[in-house]
């Protein structure tokens, strides 16, 4: 199935654990991104990769860290996980089809949770 | 700089009611993206519609519709004779011309009660 996959779904741990979340998009879209979103349900952008490379890069801790091997593949690496991680962690694609921006096609999230 | 707003915290209805979802945006672009999602209880982020700033005819899509108005900055979201659900949290989101980040509103739950 053509998608965007993310993995785990569900992710436990202890405070000042590392942790990573890896996301797949088979779309062909060359824009990924991950997303926060908290337990009020604001969604705020964390980090944008186009083609590999960084774009955006909003104010976010630096124990943060996304890696992009390919354009298929964004993953999110977190150090040090502190109980104000708890969120759930939704990766994105998309892509410009050039009569503009269709918005984007998410993953099914990935509830981290720190305890 | 953008913004868009959704001042419906959470509204409640019981079914078979009309319900209006508002969102107001703020951009200095005269090209932008508008869009809505639907987060169901089980959590994924669900595409429900998009519009260009260029195209303000209103949509209709089953019970639901939109309505957009550029010159009251708003993009409102009506679901008729809602159903059980329809219960959701739905987001209205901007892009700007030339960048593809998507900013959110905050959300406005809706519950559809029986």
């Known amino acids: 199935d053509t998608a965007v996959s993310q993995t785990p779904k569900y992710l436990v741990t202890q405070m000042g654990n590392d942790k990573s979340i890896k996301c797949e998009q088979n779309?062909?879209?060359?824009?990924m991104y991950w997303y926060k979103q908290d337990s009020k349900k604001f969604l705020k952008i964390m980090f944008s990769?186009?083609?590999?490379?960084?774009?955006i890069n909003e104010t976010v801790p630096n124990r943060f860290s996304p890696k992009s091997p390919d354009k298929a593949h964004l993953n999110l690496h977190i150090n040090s996980l502190e109980l104000g991680d708890s969120a759930v962690y939704f990766c994105?694609?998309?892509?410009?089809?050039?009569?503009?921006?269709?918005?984007?096609?998410f993953g099914s999230g990935t509830r981290l949770t720190v305890v | 700089a953008q913004k868009v707003t959704q001042a419906q915290t959470e509204i409640s209805v019981v079914e078979k009611e009309d319900v209006t979802l508002d969102c107001v945006y703020e951009?200095?672009?005269?090209?932008?993206?508008l869009f809505w999602y639907k987060q169901p209880p089980s959590g994924e982020l669900v595409f429900l519609i998009r519009?260009?700033?260029?195209?303000?005819q209103n949509e209709i899509s089953g019970r639901y519709s939109w309505n957009f108005q550029k010159s009251t900055s708003s993009f409102n979201f009506t679901i008729t004779a809602s159903q059980v659900v329809d219960s959701a949290v739905y987001f209205c989101?901007?892009?700007?011309?030339?960048?593809?980040?998507?900013?959110f509103g905050k959300g406005t739950m809706l519950l559809v009660s029986p």
């Open positions: 994105a694609s998309s892509q410009d089809r050039g009569r503009g921006f269709y918005g984007y096609t």
């Open positions: 779309l062909g879209h060359d824009t």
């Open positions: 990769y186009n083609n590999k490379e960084l774009i």
């Open positions: 951009t200095r672009d005269t090209t932008y993206y």
């Open positions: 519009r260009n700033s260029f195209d303000e």
């Open positions: 989101a901007l892009s700007e011309a030339g960048y593809s980040t998507l900013t």
